[in-house]
């Protein structure tokens, strides 16, 4: 046999394996910013293995980068069909407060923390979903259950500061607000309150 058609062989092989798409280049391409090639390449990844839960999620998370949350809710939602996992219920919960549906997240988060109740990631966002309903005391209780975890979370206090404030409970959020001037005079919770609560 010729040393040629081997030779041809071999570098039509490398040629194939060169242009080949790989879950490198989509990481690449988010870095730059280029969410729409990210995806694509993802989705030739996913059309080569089908079953791979990994390509669905970051699929989702693509879409969710382009700003297409219904879509990015989907593949959230399709991932957990496959395999039920915090990465795809996160997913679901940023969506759905992304497309200002403050209800469904909060319920999403409050069903997590029912098995998660230290998740500080599933308090936060449920805080949010509150204060954006204006639903100021029950965010506190949320932030309040953060600050209760991590004591030395300074923004989280600052948020709580906020929102106890906003909720009515002037006496905790003087509390609160004189912790968090002793360990952050410089946040910016402090100094929009210093004239309401430094007294």
Not at 28 to 48: K, M, N, V
Not at 78 to 86: E, F, N, T
Not at 149 to 162: E, F, I, S, T
């Amino acid at each position: 046999m010729s040393k040629y058609p081997l030779i041809l062989i071999i570098i039509l092989c490398s040629t194939w394996l060169l242009s080949a798409a790989n879950i490198q280049d989509s990481y690449l391409a988010e870095a730059r910013g280029d969410y729409q090639s990210a995806l694509t390449i993802s989705q030739e990844l996913s059309r080569q293995d089908t079953d791979e839960v990994f390509y669905t999620i970051r699929m989702a998370w693509l879409r969710y980068l382009l700003g297409q949350y219904n879509e990015a809710k989907t593949l959230y939602q399709q991932s957990l069909a496959k395999l039920d996992h915090a990465d795809a219920h996160l997913g679901i919960i940023n969506c759905h407060l992304a497309l200002g549906e403050w209800d469904q997240a909060r319920s999403r988060a409050d069903q997590l923390l029912k098995s998660e109740p230290r998740n500080s990631i599933l308090l936060s966002k449920a805080a949010y979903a509150a204060y954006m309903k204006q639903d100021y005391q029950v965010a506190a209780e949320y932030f309040s259950r953060i600050v209760a975890l991590y004591p030395w979370d300074l923004d989280n206090r600052g948020y709580l500061v906020n929102n106890l404030y906003l909720s009515g409970n002037i006496p905790e959020a003087k509390k609160q607000y004189q912790i968090l001037k002793k360990y952050a005079p410089q946040s910016q919770m402090v100094i929009d309150y210093k004239s309401i609560l430094d007294n």
